[in-house]
């Protein structure tokens, strides 16, 4: 047996992570810095490095000391790539290849951008054209694929475009990551469409359906295919299926002009596919409008359902319990199509609070968990909204409150 | 204002279009537009358990009186039915009499209605209790309705108009609703049923008779019982009427006596349950019952070739009756876990229902006869993963059939023995797997047969895309000895869990256009509730009219309303806005489907005495039965009244509970143990034997930070992926020579790991990982000294093979250490 062999090195490593586990102590302005930097870039910090940002600290300028973590590439590739890439597929698995989706989320956080862009804005970053990458095609994947395994740097290489020129989806139809390859792949697929208000109040919003339930709102808006009486049981329906649909399903209406188009005989898995927007003019031939078909699938379920004629949404749940999402009082809670729904979720607190969240989470390695914790995540949601919605405040007062004392 | 209104407001086409799509379907009620040959044969006297009724007098003088004679009389004259009574000698109407039909015919007259022949009197007076030769009131009446529909069709009298009648004024008052707690009940009422009716409505009874009313558990009995309570007026209660009326078991030697005691119990009862008063802000229509709508008729279905027909109206009993009118009736009983529907329909849990071999072979005679047939069913599948679960069949085991419906999954199957099939009817027709037909909701299928065509199968009104896998055949090899069975296998190994509302049997392939109106006609009674809004617009009967219906067991459809006004009064243009439907003295809390409703009243808008006020359906929940429940409708505004209608402020949330004991420290990911690696190596990630390497384990390493989630695996993967950044940094030469300054790679071990040696190795190992003790070791790092003890020790072993060292031993001493010291929870954790 090799005495290279992974069984004696696990020895080894085990004694070196209990001598590690053993070790409890204040820390110091090196120890926070290390902190820092590992828990923002997901490397160890070169000596130099090291050095550099326990001094910012020494000096009372945490702020930049994060800057410097979040200056090194590892912050892209590592954390954001596996923070982000989760809300890019349904499975929300973090094994999935870098994509149009996770490079715009990261490219808005580099260029300190409104993060509100993230579901409004006519945007996606690619790789430099000077990286000699395969152009982008919104028939596949291969530039983003090329670009992760490529030597590049991400932090640096990512170059911002204007989304309907890649995508061929009108300007006014962009809204922002919503209207990207990878998230029309995942969640306009197939289905009807609702699945991508449901994986956007997810991962945006912070809230499954569960947690929006509400049986109380108005059920005019909800669509034939879902049935009254579930195996001849309408107390299903009354209890539990019209407490998600009758707010879903007007919200979802803002996307009834989308789909993802792909060949289903040649690519069963959809990778080759696109999204498709039936742009003023164009008429869907199963509905004789705009609306997709997939908006009037299984209209025999409940003939007196709602029939969906255009992609003018309504948001319900501005009153009764999910008034508390903190819907922007100044939005008129309706609208027509992806990009006004974009603007009424990314305008919500729930979605400033839901970031700040999801980057504790990512930065403290744990749930915000005590009175504490609770108050930096207010003061953090006030901060990023203040700084403009620049996520990168909110991950300089994360990492400076989990740092150590 | 009481009394009756009628105002044909049905006449125009427009008028039918808009209201009822199934009127297009005029006079002769096929759907096909052909013309067509009924099914409903007098009874001749062939048959030989019910013997014809001979005639000989005079011959009918009109037409009409001999469809008279074909479809009604030669279908009741028998003594059993109505012949020993209604004729010459007995009591009146004489409309079986014997001796003259044209006598007869007159006397028939007045009985039917040819223009809606469920209200015919002749129909309601059998209904409401009047001799019914079966045991179930609703049968008989079902049964003569459709005697008198045929009599109709060939006529061409039938009416598909709708005469909205006014109901009675009644205003809208406090009224009692069941508690959901059984508390009261079970003090009150529960120790009558479960003392006396527990023997047999009880699950743990030897009969296991539904309902539960005596069932140990308290709240069962009470869910059981709440449907046959009135509240209102516990004298009228069904557990009280049953034991007065109908001397039901009764446990003394009085039923009045034991009627009084249960009449007493529920009053008790109804005495502890507080009035809902309604809210005296809230602008409201009048009240109704649903009995008090008139009926819509379900006219236009394509039923000329019905040999079977079952509408399960009956509600209780063990036989659920073909009510064809076509002899004899093949009659199912009840068989294991079926449920009554109240909303028209059998709920098979683990049951079936079966006819017998003998009744069945009418279906044999029936379709052998004309080598065609169509099986038509409301059905509700309970769930999408049962398979080869029978919906209906037709065969003597499950080996040898004549034809079956099944569900399999999301598909239906069409099973047909024919000279193209074998005896088990395969190879079936099934619906297409991406089709998804099938689904846990309420459903029409049709599955049908002729020699032309073939097999097919239709859901909801349309042909669905499965190809026969056979050639049509004929039907040479049918069995007349098998059973019909609904719900199961005739040996019961075949469960299929699900509702049938409605079922038909057809002797003809019905064609497409049939089938989509028998759809459209949908299933179970629909009534238009005229709610009276006369006194709110100013308006001489003016009513918002709602189509409804009982949707399943436990609500009701409210759909279609509209405005109409049954005088001639001006119709004036006021804004109506926010309908919510009530029920029981308050508005139901979910599925108010118009109270987004925008829209005015007006004169312009009102064309064949209607003006729509949307195409779609609420579905609201049924409280005490659709006997009991009474509904009214309230408006957020209509002409000068409004509702302001003001939302609660939302409860502020509490803080979540705190999470006691979370570590502050946790695990890095993949992607940051492949980025670390990279970094402290200073080989890149993708370095082909790297990148190899990676691909192989990165599903293996941690995705979560969570320290209790870290398992042998992960540091498995983390070591392969160590090794591989430490052997191509030491295989490389100048990364190595930068990494490791000094160090004497071409030494053997013995003298390249002196004490310098082991310090150029250990000390730029501790510095990548920010472990050592350059600028002072970190508190919260591992301790230097007992890391460069145990990579020490790691180099010891290595380097423990004397004078036998192989020639590249000392780099792959630095490669395991190397590997041991990135690799290891310093890296890991952070």
């Known amino acids: ?258 789909d993802y188009e792909y060949n289903a005989e040649s690519d069963p898995d959809a990778e080759r596919g696109a999204i498709h927007y039936n742009a003023e003019g164009e008429t869907d031939p199963a509905s004789g409008d705009r609306t997709e078909a997939k908006y009037h699938i299984n209209a025999s379920t409940f003939a007196p359902g709602y029939i969906t004629p255009n992609d003018n949404w309504l948001n319900y749940w501005r009153e009764g319990p999910n008034a508390i999402l903190a819907w922007d009082p100044t939005l008129a809670g309706s609208g027509s199509g992806a990009k006004s729904l974009g603007r009424e979720l990314a305008n919500s607190g729930a979605f400033a609070s839901c970031q700040v969240e999801k980057v504790f989470t990512q930065v403290c390695l744990r749930k915000p968990g005590n009175a504490a914790d609770r108050a930096l995540l207010s003061n953090a949601t006030s901060a990023f909204a203040a700084s403009g919605y620049n996520l990168k405040q909110v991950f300089i007062d994360t990492a400076d409150y989990c740092k150590g004392e | 204002m009481a009394g009756t209104i009628s105002n044909c407001i049905g006449k125009s086409p427009l008028w039918l279009a808009g209201l009822l799509s199934l009127a297009l379907l005029a006079g002769c009620g096929s759907g096909s537009g052909e013309a067509t040959t009924s099914n409903v044969k007098p009874d001749n006297g062939d048959e030989v358990d019910r013997p014809g009724v001979a005639y000989d007098g005079p011959a009918p003088l009109t037409e009409d009186v001999q469809n008279f004679k074909l479809y009604l009389w030669d279908n009741l004259a028998f003594a059993e039915r109505c012949g020993s009574c209604h004729v010459v000698g007995g009591n009146s109407p004489m409309f079986v009499r014997t001796d003259d039909i044209n006598q007869a015919y007159q006397a028939a007259v007045p009985l039917v209605d040819l223009h809606t022949p469920q209200l015919s009197t002749m129909v309601s007076k059998v209904a ?126 009085s039923c009045a006596s034991d009627a009084s005691a249960m009449a007493d119990a529920i009053a008790a009862f109804a005495d502890l349950v507080p009035v809902t008063e309604i809210d005296p802000a809230l602008v409201t229509s009048k009240a109704l019952q649903l009995g008090d709508g008139t009926v819509a008729s379900a006219n236009g279905r394509a039923d000329n070739y019905i040999i079977a027909r079952y509408e399960f109206k009956t509600g209780s009993g063990a036989i659920a009756y073909d009510t064809s009118g076509v002899n004899p009736a093949v009659d199912l009983t009840l068989y294991g876990d079926v449920d009554w529907m109240s909303s028209w329909g059998l709920r098979f849990n683990n049951g079936k229902a079966q006819a017998s071999t003998q009744t069945s072979r009418k279906l044999f005679d029936q379709i052998t006869s004309t080598g065609e047939y169509s099986i038509e069913a409301w059905v509700i599948p309970s769930n999408v993963s049962q398979e080869d679960a029978r919906i209906v069949s037709y065969s003597g085991s499950t080996q040898v059939r004549n034809l079956a419906l099944d569900q399999n999954l999301y598909n239906y199957t069409h099973y047909l023995r024919s000279s193209s099939t074998d005896g088990n009817g395969m190879p079936a027709l099934a619906t297409l797997d991406a089709e998804e037909r099938a689904q846990a909701s309420l459903q029409h299928v049709v599955v049908t047969f002729d ?7 239709y859901v909801d009104g349309e042909l669905t895309g499965g190809t026969d896998p056979v050639a049509a055949g004929n039907l040479n090899e049918w069995d007349s000895s098998f059973a019909l069975v609904v719900g199961n296998e005739v040996s019961s190994d075949r469960v299929w869990n699900g509702a049938v509302r409605f079922l038909a049997v057809h002797n003809r392939a019905l064609s497409a256009e049939a089938i989509a109106s028998n759809f459209d006609a949908g299933v179970g009674e629909t009534y238009y509730l005229l709610f009276s809004i006369s006194d709110l617009i100013n308006v001489t009967d003016a009513y918002v009219v709602f189509q409804v219906q009982q949707f399943d067991d436990y609500s009701y459809l409210f759909s279609e309303p509209f405005f109409t006004r049954l005088s001639d009064d001006p119709i004036p243009t006021v804004p109506l806005e926010g309908i919510r439907i009530g029920v029981n003295g308050r508005e139901a809390i979910v599925g108010q489907v118009f109270a987004a409703l925008e829209t005015d009243i007006n004169a312009a808008e009102y064309a064949n005495g209607m003006q729509p006020l949307s195409r779609q359906g609420a579905v609201v929940a049924l409280e005490q039965g659709s006997e009991l429940d009474t509904f009214f409708i309230t408006f957020d505004q209509l002409g000068e009244h409004s509702f302001a209608r003001v939302e609660a402020e939302p409860p502020v949330p509490q803080p979540p509970a705190d999470i006691a004991d979370q570590p502050t420290l946790g695990l890095k990911s993949f992607a940051s143990i492949n980025a670390s690696l990279a970094a402290m190596t200073g080989i890149s990630h993708t370095n082909a034997a790297v990148q190899t390497t990676y691909a192989k384990v990165e599903q293996q390493l941690p995705t979560t930070s969570g320290l209790d989630t870290f398992v042998a695996a992960q540091q498995m993967g983390i070591t392969q992926l160590a090794v591989a950044y430490c052997n191509a940094l030491v295989n490389d030469t100048n990364e190595r020579a930068a990494f490791f300054p000094g160090f004497n790679f071409g030494a053997a071990p013995a003298v390249a790991f002196n004490a310098t040696g082991r310090s150029q190795v250990i000390s730029p190992l501790l510095n990548a990982l920010v472990a050592g003790d350059t600028g002072g070791a970190l508190n919260t790092q591992a301790n230097p000294a007992t890391l460069r003890a145990e990579l020490n020790g790691l180099i010891d072993t290595m380097g423990a093979c004397g004078g036998s060292c192989s020639a590249d031993r000392t780099a792959t001493t630095v490669k395991a250490t190397c590997a041991a010291a990135l690799g290891s929870a310093v890296m890991l954790v952070h």
């Open chain 1, 1 to 258: 047996m090799s005495l290279c062999s992974p069984s004696n090195l696990r020895l080894s490593v085990i004694a070196l992570g209990l001598s590690l586990l053993a070790a409890t102590a204040a820390a110091g302005p090196r120890e926070q810095a290390l902190t820092i930097h590992s828990r923002i870039a997901g490397v160890p910090p070169s000596t130099a490095v090291l050095t550099q940002m326990s001094e910012l600290i020494s000096s009372g300028d945490t702020a930049q000391a994060v800057r410097i973590a979040m200056d090194n590439d590892g912050f892209y590739r590592a954390t954001l790539k596996t923070w982000v890439t989760p809300w890019t597929n349904r499975d929300m698995t973090a094994f999935a290849p870098l994509n149009d989706y996770t490079a715009t989320v990261m490219g808005l956080v580099r260029d300190e951008a409104d993060f509100r862009e993230l579901l409004t804005a006519d945007v996606l970053y690619t790789g430099a054209d000077d990286l000699g990458l395969p152009t982008y095609s919104s028939n596949d994947n291969t530039h983003y694929q090329a670009l992760q395994d490529s030597d590049a740097e991400l932090g640096s290489s990512l170059v911002r475009r204007t989304q309907s020129q890649l995508t061929g989806v009108p300007a006014e139809a962009t809204a922002g990551v919503m209207t990207s390859r990878a998230a029309a792949k995942a969640f306009f697929v197939a289905g009807t469409n609702r699945a991508m208000l449901r994986f956007t109040l997810l991962n945006h919003l912070c809230r499954d359906l569960e947690q929006v339930h509400d049986v109380t709102r108005t059920p005019d808006r909800i669509r034939q295919d879902v049935s009254r009486s579930p195996g001849g049981d309408s107390r299903v329906f009354l209890n539990n299926c019209v407490g998600c649909h009758a707010g879903m399903d007007p919200l979802a209406q803002a996307f009834a002009y989308y």
């Open chain 2, 128 to 253: 409401g209790g009047h001799n019914c030769w079966l045991d179930s009131d609703t049968a008989c009446a079902d049964i003569i309705t459709g005697y008198i529909t045929e009599w109709a069709s060939a006529a061409g009298s039938i009416s598909n108009e709708v005469v909205l009648t006014a109901p009675e004024i009644k205003e809208v008052g406090g009224s009692k609703n069941f508690p959901a707690d059984s508390g009261d009940y079970a003090s009150t009422v529960y120790p009558l049923v479960s003392q006396f009716c527990s023997g047999c409505h009880a699950e743990g009874a030897p009969l296991m008779q539904q309902p539960y009313i005596g069932s140990a558990d308290v709240q069962v009995s009470y869910e059981a019982a709440r449907s046959r309570m009135r509240l209102d007026d516990p004298a009228r209660s069904r557990l009280v009427e049953r034991l007065a009326a109908e001397s039901h078991n009764c446990w003394s030697n």
């Open chain 2, 451 to 457: 020699p032309v065509n073939g097999r097919r199968i």
